[in-house]
């Protein structure tokens, strides 16, 4: 049972560790390395539980399960050979010729593997088990794990050459990998050794750990790094900067959500309308129209900014407050709104505003509220034409 706990600890640890790296995830370009790497994780767990039970079986002295899940060993070990070699050539993003030999050295090994595996059952070469069911190991498995190990030391020189031609994060992730490839090496001469000890399940371990640590946390990372700017640039306003009226939409229903939670009481919307564009774009043209918008849009900015701004329309602008932007709202408004007054002196933008709060007691959704603020602006907006704005 000593043999297997140490192969137990192994596969414990390495799902606790790669637990995110061992999610499905689409099929697609972007994903490739995730998914090479996943298949190797996977093929290192179908090896761990054969050494597992390999261990359980040969204390039992059970020959025939023995047998078979040593068949299972030798199969899986190559396979993970394999996916450790693809892993590592996408990885490097490259498809070289020095890439594609790799790989195809991995599967010639692994053709090699399955093949000695299948003559064993008629003439042992690879391992043979005595009458008291003593594991003894043959030439093909001394050659074959020679084999396994050549090709992981290549894929180290591999990583090195590419950590050499690499800068900044890439360089160190490449010498990471080279660091694993060469532990895995030094693990198999050792299990060459000593057979009944299990030295490559030790290997693989370390290995992952500091492919995890080192590689992984910093794909993830940069992963979500690309998706938070993806989701920016997909929630910002190409005009004015603000965000736009998807990101109101998505806003909208955190609101409701925080709402029913109870995780939010009360806030405030300020509905703003920039008055005259349909003039000054049917007069002046369309990019002074732009820049009346935005510099509209600077104004609300400026007045609420604690605040969230979107651009819901053309010329239609929405403020959501909170915190200390709807426990001022009156008195921003009301600078808002001298402010526009002064533009209006002076010819400049002006906007029409609109204020409304959540009353718990008689609003059923946002609508409700947005529709007083909206009907407050209209009132604004008709009194500044009144004036001649």
């Known amino acids: 049972m000593y043999y297997s706990s140490v192969g137990i600890i192994a596969l414990i640890v390495l799902v606790i560790i790669n637990i995110e790296a061992l999610r499905k995830v689409d099929k697609t370009s972007e994903n490739e390395v995730r998914l090479k790497y996943r298949q190797y994780l996977l093929s290192l767990i179908v090896f761990f539980l054969s050494d597992i039970l390999w261990g359980f079986f040969l204390e039992q002295k059970w020959l025939v399960p023995t047998y078979c899940d040593t068949c299972l060993f030798f199969t899986s070990m190559a396979l993970s050979v394999l996916f450790w070699t693809r892993g590592v050539v996408a990885f490097s993003g490259k498809k070289d010729k020095a890439g594609k030999i790799l790989i195809s050295s991995g599967w010639l090994i692994l053709s090699f593997e399955i093949i000695v595996l ?113 989701k920016q640039k997909a929630y910002k306003d190409g005009l004015t900067g603000v965000k736009n009226k998807l990101a109101y939409f998505e806003a909208l229903t955190e609101l409701e959500t925080a709402l029913e939670s109870g995780e939010l009481t009360e806030y405030g919307i300020v509905v703003f309308d920039v008055n005259g564009l349909k003039t000054i774009n049917d007069t002046l043209g369309h990019g002074v129209g732009d820049e009346y918008i935005k510099n509209g849009c600077n104004i609300i900015c400026q007045s609420f900014e604690n605040s969230p701004v979107f651009r819901i329309g053309g010329d239609e ?73």
């Open 317 to 389: 602008f929405v403020a959501i407050l909170k915190g200390s932007d709807y426990a001022d709202r009156e008195a921003l408004l009301e600078s808002f709104r001298k402010k526009i007054n002064e533009n209006r002196e002076h010819g400049s933008v002006i906007l029409a505003s609109g204020l409304a709060v959540y009353e718990p007691s008689t609003d059923s959704s946002y609508n409700d509220v947005f529709k007083r603020a909206d009907k407050a602006m209209y009132e604004q907006k008709h009194a500044l034409k009144a004036v001649g704005e």
């Open 118 to 230: 299948i003559v064993n059952l008629f003439v042992p070469i690879v391992f043979k088990f005595k009458e008291n069911t003593e594991y003894v190991p043959l030439p093909a498995r001394y050659f074959g794990l020679a084999l396994q190990m050549l090709l992981f030391l290549l894929t180290s020189v591999y990583s090195a050459i590419a950590a050499f031609r690499s800068r900044g994060m890439s360089r160190s992730h490449y010498r990471i990998i080279g660091i694993s490839g060469f532990i895995m090496t030094f693990f198999i001469i050792i299990q060459i050794f000593f057979p009944l000890m299990p030295f490559y399940s030790m290997g693989c371990l370390f290995g992952t750990c500091l492919i995890h640590t080192f590689i992984y946390k910093d794909k993830e990372a940069e992963q979500n790094k690309a998706i938070r700017l993806a």
